[in-house]
């Protein structure tokens, strides 16, 4: 691995997880959402871990409080 490359890569691997664990408690905390299931966003969540899923689940499935 090129370690030229870390500095980079670590703060962005501490987003990913941030962005994920945000979004997996904001979806196992809340019972209504504008499109899909809990079940569906959770698995959209963790299979799109790479930024895609959470922020796919905050534009479309997040119901505004």
């Known amino acids: ?9 670590i703060p ?4 990913q997880m941030a962005l994920l664990a945000f979004s997996l408690h904001h979806i196992l ?10 079940t569906l966003w959770v698995i959209i969540v963790i299979v799109g871990m790479q930024f895609i899923g959470p922020i796919l689940y905050f534009t ?3 119901e505004d409080d």
């Open 12 to 15: 962005l691997v501490f987003a």
């Open 29 to 38: 905390t809340h019972k209504t959402y504008r499109r899909g299931t809990r």
């Open 1 to 9: 691995m090129n370690t030229e490359l870390l500095p980079f890569l």
């Open 60 to 62: 479309l499935g997040k």
